[in-house]
């Protein structure tokens, strides 16, 4: 057990489910005296903190980073007068909700994605590769980030991907094994038992050690049992670590909602848990996003602009909420972390036969906070499509189509993640990062 | 290593088409080694920019006219911008185009004979004790722990475990586990589905008595006309609910299947129902409440299931599953397959409370591919394709270069969206885009007569009949019956279906070690005429998987029904059983998903467990019913050999292991667990704790 003895944890869990029961307006959320009293405060143990957004589905980027006019075989669901502009650059009307966090924000385009088969795309935008069939894809970026600086942590990769998983493990170890969980809730939940036995943990917990060994000692050639034996014992630290208590003493949500994103919402909710979630350091690296986003027919496609404008929204309030937290040494937490809000591909610039857009392999990606190469008072641009929405190819070293531009993939992407977190992304990944992304 | 011989199945050369192009290509697969990208190499032949035959300036990708000019004619027309000339190549583009339409394409796979699998030496084999076999083959074969009154009787030489095997293939956990099983090999997931149960929504509003009456949406004002009022209300007994009546307004219970004021109009077809002359049929049939689709759904996702259950059950032969002409419906089905074919005015005695029975379809149908329910869940030929590959084949389309380029096309497959829509090339043109389409688009020919509402075309676009030939394992089958048939007949088949089963059994695939013991199964798995139960029974009975090291963890399925069969208690967290809530952690299933079960340990499984364990023993310990406090008093604190009664019979229960087999090192470390608890809290925490234990350990969970 860490400072917090046995029974302060057990005061503060039952005060925690207490809480739960109060309305909000009688428990202080973010503000300053009850954050003293929060480890996390104070003890952030992670140099740098990811947030990975996915809106999985593909994602119409002339709502966003490429905004259009009406023309031959380019149909934009907005009016012109819905473009907007900021620091020098023409922005869709989705990108709206991310105006104030734009100091902080780098935007990348003309990535190309060479998958157009949602789960193949999907894999390739974590981690680079192919899934080869029958095998388990291979180690995302999560994963990777979390080896290098999640291992101190109990729980080193939380997700809440649940639906359409875009984190991996690979064949890293079972440590790094993407915790899927939806909301703070469901963590707390998870991360402790009802009733009478929790008073009883060290006897249980004792006896459990005991058998698991034995069992895994009578299976000693079997890596299932070695690899169970691991989890079990990671999940037990989990209880016995201050964990529960971060898992359990959250605030209840309190970012502003809008029309399309309300605080009980699943979004919401993901909102909540992200914030949370770094905010008592119980993760450095989270997953969080929806899979709404494939828009084939008219149905799908009306009301694909309000999902990408609720997950902007999402993006801005999971911002909003890190940047209000700050560390003793002053700076926030969005100050201490990296924002990647990305999807597997986009749609076609034109109308299909069924009313809306198909696939297309012309991509962007956003990226805010630390270690992202912002403009103050504008935005950092890199990367562009031509008019027809065809990605153009860019040199890596320059941030221009110069000598030696080429397509910009994946692992463009990936490599330029890792540079953000002052990792070196060559062992990882074939291209090098875009430096013109990079602080 | 993939088997590129003609013999399976790949399509080699057209009657007509530029040799120029296939040297194209052929040259682009060599030089370029880079998967998707575009090349110059007509551009720097005809001299001209990439964008004169393509879409994308860069090139590559899908290509307007004068590309498919070139495409078809390998010329590339100087005078090309001039209108007449436009439409002339037009007219050029679209005989071309039905000709590639009608060329039948290779259903192109990666796929090793069974002879010419990869092997390895076996390794030996340590058989696990008749009890834990015992234990395993009850989870494998009945998703439960075995009844304790079975095991005493192997215990006490009474029966065999080929006994109780042959009794287990026969229960009715098998046939529900089985059920699930194809559950998860057809994987229904959330289609794309707007079409309505019926044909009009029929509510329930405040009748003018203040009572609640049914009306149609089609007749609204039929209240403000009195035809809602007490003494017009009908007395109907719903389609929904044959046993009871309820009351409706008097138009809205009109059966007439054409009204008086115009005989011209069918009441049950969406324009008659529009029209507002019409009620909502017998037993409401032509009408739909609002959770109708919901149920629906459910109903449709059963389907695969239930028709390998009829297999199962009457031992008819497996490949039916690919050939049948018939299929399993329930009630609900019945009514909704009824709109969606258009027989509703036919449907004259609709219950959805009916129950599962065989239903007749005619010979162009074909098992499961052919259901409304996988043609619709699968709302398109890629997505079917891929399903049926990955379901039938075991093959999982991946971007395949490789493949792309050992194959000699001379043209990309067409593909067609719906029977009526014209053929179209270019999305298979980009290499990017082909690494997969050249594997779907072949197969997905075979369906290109069938929407995605199950309705088959015999004509479609143009008013001829659409092509539906491909060529499968070098053989030509026209349609999908014809597909059906010869998958049902190949060794491919009988593979797959081994391979699945051999995983559900022993958590894995074949392995190269298993090669010798693979071909076995499956030769014997044909010469039984694909008896699926037969296989299982030899299955069980192999050195691998009563070898001791064949462990699985249990899903959640098997934890509901086993702590069920233990404790009797549910497992509440917040609104839904615990392990459906958590079921992505213990291997369960969102059918809404694109993968597969995930059975990895994790901690988060762990998590899970414990949670359950903790949560399950207090709640049974404290309702004193649970079956592991039978004969026993809870508050009670028992002496040691009443104690140890109590270790060795839940031993027995959960782990199917007698006390002569119960180590002396757990004997006294439960005694520990019990008496340490007790000592703080009292008995009834004691036997909390044990259960806790003995639940969230490691051997519970592996099997």
Known sequence: ?439 | MVDMDPGFGLHKGLQECPAIVSFALAIIALVFGSPARATEVYAKREDVACETCHDNPAGGGPRNLVGLYYDATGVLRPDRAQDDVVDEMGNVVQQWLQKVAATPPGIVWRYTPLDELETAPAPSYSPVSDTALLRRISLDLRSDLPDPADVQALIAGRTSIDSLVDAYLDSKDFYWTMRLYHRDIVRPRTGIFNQSASLTRISRIDGPDGKKVWRSNGLMGEEDRGFCDAAQQVSVFPYWDRSSAVPVCARTASTHRHPASDPSIDCATTEGQQSGYCGCGPHLVWCYRSDDYDRVKKSMRQEGGRIADYILRNDRSYTELVTADWTMWNGRLEHFYARLDGNLGELTDANVERSWRRVERGPEHSGVLSTHMYLNYFYNGRRWAQRTFESFLCHETVPDFELLDEIDLEHPISYRTHPEAMADVNVNSGRACAACHLQLDGLSRVKDRWDNFGQYYETGYGGVPVPQSAIFLGEEVDGLAAFGDALGASEVFADCAANQLWEHLTGHRFRPEETRLRRELVAGFIASDHNFRELVRTMVKTEVYRDVGNLKTMERELYQRSLDSLLSVEWDVGSRDGFDRYYDKVGGMDYRRIESRDRTASPAYAMVQYKAAAEMCSGAMEASQTPLLAGVDPTESPDDARLDGVIGDWFLRTYVRPWDRVTEADRRLFREVFRKVEAREGARQGYMAMCTVMLASEDFALY
């Open chain 1, 1 to 439: 057990m860490t400072a917090f003895d046995r029974r302060r944890l057990l005061q503060s869990l039952a005060l925690s489910a207490l809480g739960a029961g109060l309305p909000a307006c009688e428990r202080s959320s973010y503000d300053s005296q009850h954050l003293e009293d929060t480890p996390s405060f104070t003890q952030q143990r992670a140099p740098h903190y990811f947030v990975f957004y996915f809106l999985m589905g593909g994602w119409d980027i002339t709502t966003l980073s490429e905004p259009r006019r009406k023309a031959a075989k380019m149909s934009p669901s907005y009016a012109p007068s819905d473009i907007f502009e900021h620091g020098g650059h023409l922005l869709g009307p989705s990108m709206k909700p991310l105006v104030r966090h734009m100091d902080q924000m780098a935007v990348l385009r003309g990535l190309r994605a060479t998958a157009l088969n949602h789960p193949q795309a999907r894999f390739q935008l974590v981690t680079g590769t192919f899934k080869e069939p029958r095998q388990a894809p291979a180690a995302s970026i999560q994963t990777r980030l979390a080896d290098l600086i999640g291992r101190d942590y109990p729980i080193p990769n939380l997700s809440a991907d649940g639906l359409r998983p875009a984190t991996f493990l690979g064949d890293y170890d079972p440590h790094l094994e993407p915790f899927r969980i939806g909301e703070m809730w469901s963590l707390r939940g998870l991360s402790r038992p009802r009733g009478p036995m929790i008073e009883q943990e060290d006897i249980l917990f004792d006896a459990l050690r005991k058998r698991d060994a034995a069992f895994a000692e009578a299976h000693a050639k079997h890596a299932l049992a070695a690899d169970f034996a691991k989890s079990a014992e990671l999940a037990r630290q989990v209880a016995e670590s201050d964990y529960r208590w971060r898992a359990s003493e959250f605030v209840e949500p309190r970012f502003t909602e809008t029309r399309n994103l309300e605080r009980n919402s699943r979004w919401g909710r993901q909102v909540h848990l992200v914030v949370e979630a770094i905010r008592n350091d119980i993760s450095p690296i989270i997953t969080a996003g929806s899979g709404e986003f494939d828009a084939h027919n008219s149905n799908d496609y009306g009301y694909h602009r309000k999902a990408i404008t609720r997950a902007m929204e999402a993006v801005a309030a999971i911002c909003d909420g890190l940047a209000e937290h700050r560390t003793a040494d002053g700076a926030s937490l969005l100050d201490r972390t990296t924002v990647v809000v990305a999807s597997e591909f986009s749609r076609q610039p034109w109308i299909n036969e069924l009313g809306g857009k198909h696939h297309w392999d012309a991509n962007t990606a956003l990226f805010l906070g630390k270690g992202v190469n912002g403009t103050k008072g504008g935005l950092t641009m890199v990367g562009e499509c031509d008019e027809q929405l065809f990605p153009q190819p860019l040199n890596p070293a320059t941030g221009k189509p110069d000598r030696g531009a080429d397509d910009v993939t994946n692992a463009h992407f990936l490599a330029s993640v890792l540079a953000m977190a002052g990792i070196d992304p060559g062992l990882h990944f074939e291209q090098p990062p875009i430096q013109a992304l990079i602080a």
